[in-house]
């Protein structure tokens, strides 16, 4: 695996100009699509692969629709061989027949052809306003089957030789609620294959067909050769893993366990899932290609952060992963999978993470604070159109890492910052929801050496219909995100529905009626710590203190620091007693 004779300056702009064409593409989406969730939250993704399936370039994008992509590229290969030309558009949405994550990810496929010779794939997927199913959002907890939770479609061509196939694209749309913004935001994922098909052509033609293949080459051996070495420095063995999820959304508060062994071998690594929980009734399942994608995704946090943007098929090279067939991380059809990005998506990962901060306690990685997602639907009294809603607002933050604490305000830990918070004048112009608290709250994350961002309270005003709330995008009510390295787990979170003088209690995985006027309370745990509390400096404590972020009570009883509350100064001599008699 030695050095190939590539120009180091071509090398350099092909290899920029993959992972720039992809920024492009989601600057693109960000641009041209009117779905909330892709056009402000960012919940997209894009990438490039080669004719033979291999990633090329994914920079960025939830953790859930890019690794594993590559699956569903192999699947369009063998289903249409060469049955493939210019022009065609790919849609694909399936997670049992595709490969895909779960149903309301849509993504577009373009095979890129160069005189005739398929060179490339590229692939631009977005999170869509509805995809059909029992509710609006497809987050329905207790489908009988994945067809209860909306359209199912397998590989397709909806463009072939440049030509629209419109009667495709009529029965996708008339079987969605919302056709018209579903067809903009299609058109917008589309638009951006293109973009990345014109920049891949210009590119070969300025610098040839054969040098551009050959730095395509040598990217991956890079990689490869990169991520060899840096699991070579990690000490051989097995390490153990292990999350919950609160439940499937079918037995209610029965936790589902997602067990992880990663073994380090030399410079190989395998990352084995097999004492996880079997399939489950509920829709928390995980099919092979998001396990794959959640799981290598979390390995790569632990490599040369300069490393990060350049993650392709060497990279994987080297990791090998272990799903058994008819478990929860390798779910069979017709498993209903709906909540599995978050719920046991995210378990997936903390899992991971637990298992190499073990491998690695001076990289160790705590998880962050529970997504508190929804999906609330109705009619806006403004317009008399029905709206369906979702935000990642009131999640915690981040959990923290060895040498820092944890990052304020980032949102699910599975798209690992890609998907983002919302502008609160943007929710409630495209909402009938009043915005009435929106900020952190003392006391609500993971102590440790390094802390874990804080946790968030949300509170928001019903001023639209009565209509109905799935809460099946939220998780952590009963169950924890781990700490690292004996640094504290994020806190339980809570959430309540206040209708005139009472309040009842919200849970995850579950469905409930909304009234107008009802008032929806969120108190969301933040991120879990790294390290021994006691380790954290006195004057870092003391910061919290000053911006709130913890109260005299905790940096007393937990970080064992004395602050005076008249003068928020430090007592040294008191802060002393009370570290040596722990």
Not at 3 to 19: C, G, K
Not at 251 to 279: A, L, N, Y
Request: charged share 25%; glycine share 10%; with cysteine.
């Amino acid at each position: 695996m030695g050095p190939r004779a590539v120009d180091p300056i071509t090398l350099s702009t092909v290899w920029h100009t993959f992972q720039s064409t992809c920024r492009e593409m989601r600057y693109v989406l960000d641009r041209t699509a009117q779905n909330f969730l892709m056009a402000q939250l960012h919940d997209v993704a894009a990438g490039i692969w080669d004719a033979q399936a291999r990633t090329l370039a994914v920079p960025a994008g939830p953790t859930s629709q890019l690794l594993g992509q590559k699956f569903s590229i192999r699947y369009i290969l063998d289903k249409f061989g060469d049955d493939l030309y210019p022009g065609d558009v790919i849609l694909n949405n399936d997670p049992h027949h595709g490969y895909c994550n779960h149903l309301p990810d849509w993504g577009f496929f373009r095979p890129i052809f160069y005189k005739d010779e398929l060179l490339f794939f590229t692939m631009a997927r977005g999170h869509q306003m509805d995809t059909g199913g029992s509710y609006p959002g497809a987050y329905f907890p207790d489908g009988y089957d994945i067809h209860a939770e909306g359209l199912c479609i397998p590989p397709i061509k909806v463009f072939e030789k440049g030509v629209e196939k419109k009667d495709v694209f009529e029965l996708v749309w008339n079987n969605v609620r919302w056709p018209e913004g579903v067809r903009v935001d299609n058109y917008a994922l589309i638009a951006a294959t293109k973009i990345c098909e014109n920049r891949l052509l210009a590119l070969v033609q300025k610098y040839g067909r054969d040098a551009v293949m050959e730095c395509v080459e040598e990217m991956l051996i890079r990689m490869e050769k990169a991520i060899r070495a840096e699991i070579a420095k990690v000490p051989d063995g097995t390490y153990y893993g292990e999350a919950a999820s609160d439940d499937d959304g079918s037995r209610h508060d029965v936790p589902v366990w997602v067990r992880c062994e990663v073994t380090i071998q030399g410079d190989e690594m395998t990352i084995d899932f097999s004492k996880s929980d079997k399939q489950q009734k509920g829709f928390v399942n995980n099919v092979l290609s998001a396990t794959y994608s959640r799981a290598i995704a979390g390995s790569f946090l632990f490599f040369d952060p300069g490393l990060a943007d350049f993650h392709n098929e060497g990279s994987m090279k080297p990791v090998k992963l272990i799903a058994p067939e008819g478990s929860v991380v390798n779910a069979k059809y017709p498993a209903t999978v709906g909540g599995s990005p978050v719920s046991v998506g995210t378990q997936i990962l903390e899992a991971t993470v637990m298992a190499l901060s073990q491998a690695m306690p001076h990289k160790a990685i705590a998880s962050w604070g529970r997504h508190q997602g929804h999906y609330i639907f109705g009619t806006d009294p403004r317009s008399g159109e029905r709206y369906v809603e979702t935000t990642f607002d009131s999640d915690g933050g981040a959990g923290a890492v060895w040498g820092y604490d944890g990052f304020e305000g980032a949102a699910a830990f599975p798209t690992l910052g890609s998907v983002q918070r919302s502008e609160i004048e943007e929710v409630e112009i495209r909402f009938p929801w009043r915005i009435r608290r929106y900020g952190f709250i003392p006391d609500m994350s993971g102590a440790g050496r390094w802390r874990g961002a804080c946790g968030m309270h949300w509170e928001a005003l019903n001023l639209g219909s009565d209509g109905g709330m799935a809460t099946g995008s939220s998780d952590g009510h009963q169950t924890q995100p781990p700490g690292a390295a004996g640094g504290a787990p994020g806190p339980l979170c809570k959430a309540f529905l206040k209708r005139g003088d009472e309040q009842m209690v919200i849970k995850p995985h579950r469905m409930y009626k909304i009234g107008a006027g009802d008032v929806l309370v969120k108190i969301s745990g933040g991120g879990a710590g790294v390290g021994n509390p006691l380790e954290r400096e006195p004057k870092k404590v003391l910061e919290d203190v000053v911006n709130e972020f913890i109260s005299l009570e905790v940096a007393r009883d937990i970080y064992r620091v004395a602050i005076r509350p008249q003068t928020l100064e430090i007592d040294w001599e008191e802060t002393r007693k009370l570290r040596s008699s722990r």
